[in-house]
């Protein structure tokens, strides 16, 4: 089983109402949550670990975790409240008005962590539960307790408003990327994490130097490039699509790179170890035609393996 770990919150999405003004619609999302929802539509075993509420907003989330074959026995329920992210589109691009404190998410500790089987066999983390603490905490916890013997995947997708202490942040997000086997980062993430002036390939040398095995950069519509610790790397084109939003693009792309490497035998630690350029080319365009798919549709909304495997309509 793939364990997601991290946020499941409500996105309010504007929506034209009769009376004239936009009203807020309530759709399920948060990083994270749109990667266990991809992962578990493509037909990976997948299960999501996060804090979340008891509330109406908490059962939608838990709803649309099992409606997508999303395992939810690793959930951490509380009488909290539910993120909520009020969400504003330009041009198809998202924004985000986060209102977290004191939510069923942010403050899971380390002691209300459950125990991990050996069926969890790769771990993922993401998101702004790697910025808001005490959550973000907790999380850096529990992959120091359970890296041993399982693949893990990072996508920090900084954001940086969401950072309070910038020490405590990049401390902790150090010890986590040692941790990793793979990390996906944007071309301004890894400007966030290195901001000395290197060309991105020397950064992204830097990153594969303290720990990872792959590191995926990410460029949006230039496509993603793979480097592997032995100096090698593979390119691939983002796919041309007509984009209605970009929402949960980024996190289906993940979705797609963890399911397709699954599904090759790649998922271990040894595995991702001696990776070739082939199989890492191959999960990246996996990635890239799940993450098509989601672009050309209102919402994170990611496909199922039957669409997937009918291929373009």
Known sequence: MILCCGEALIDMIPTP???????????????????AIALGRLGAQVG??????????GQQLVNGLKESHVHVSHLIVSDRPTTLAFVRLIGGHATYDFYDENSA??????????????????????????????????????LARNADGRAVMIDPNIRPGF??????????LDRMLALADIVKVSDEDLNWINPAPLALRDKVADL???????????????????????????????????????????????????????????????????ITPEVLAEALAYGAQVAAVTVSRAGANPPWIEEMRQGPQ
């Open 208 to 274: 594969l130097n303290n720990g990872p095995s792959v590191v995926i950069l990410t460029r949006g519509s230039e496509g993603a490039t793979g480097y592997l610790a032995d100096g090698a790397e593979v390119q691939v084109p983002a796919l041309k699509t007509e984009v209605v939003d970009t929402v949960g693009a980024g996190d289906t792309f993940n979705a797609g790179v963890l399911a397709k490497m699954s599904e090759l035998g790649q998922l271990h630690k040894d595995a991702l170890r001696c």
């Open 163 to 172: 950072i309070k202490d910038i020490a405590r942040y990049r401390g902790r």
């Open 48 to 57: 999501m670990l996060s804090g979340l509420s008891s509330d109406r907003f």
């Open 17 to 35: 109402t009769n009376a004239g003004p936009d009203g807020f619609v309530p759709h399920a999302g948060g990083a994270v949550f749109n990667t």
């Open 105 to 142: 998410g942010c403050m899971i500790t380390a002691d209300e962590l459950p125990a991990l089987s050996d069926e969890v066999s790769a771990l993922y983390f993401g998101g702004i539960s790697l910025a808001c603490e005490p959550g973000a905490d907790t999380y850096a916890a529990l």
